[in-house]
């Protein structure tokens, strides 16, 4: 069972960069074959949305059209932890972001949309981005 923790949030201005942190107690160097690990987000007010997610042995990543060449998500096995690095960020970045994590029987990774799929949320970690 992964449960997750995530950090790295806090207030950046548009346009500045933020390294998102998910630390994975039990994460072993054969997880991304088991799992898909994805970043989510949710705005206030506003429904909670894939982001990023990374699986296939780390090989794999599918990213939002509204993060796509501004986000990268990346994994660390000795840490054990997923990273997201996020560049030119924007106020409509802001919101919490969060880890889960969905299994996988034959590899690749579940799609972002398949948000039921994914489970051992995190708490969270909040971004907010000042125009």
């Known amino acids: 069972q992964l449960q997750f923790v995530e950090s790295g949030g806090g207030v950046v201005q548009a346009g500045g960069s933020l390294r998102l942190s998910c630390l994975v107690p039990?994460?072993?160097?054969?997880?991304?074959?088991?799992?898909?690990i994805a970043w989510f987000r949710q705005a206030p007010g506003k429904q909670r949305e894939g982001v990023s997610c990374?699986?296939?042995?780390?090989?794999?990543?599918h990213y939002a059209d509204s993060v796509k060449g501004r986000f990268t998500i990346s994994v660390d096995n000795a840490e054990k932890r997923v990273y997201l690095k996020m560049n030119s960020l924007n106020p409509e970045d802001t919101g919490t972001y969060y880890c889960a994590a969905a299994p996988v029987r034959y590899g690749g990774v579940v799609p972002l949309d398949a948000e039921t799929r994914y489970g051992s949320w995190g708490p969270g970690t909040q971004v907010i981005v000042s125009s």
């Open positions: 039990g994460f072993t160097l054969d997880s991304l074959d088991r799992y898909s």
């Open positions: 990374i699986g296939d042995g780390g090989s794999t990543t």
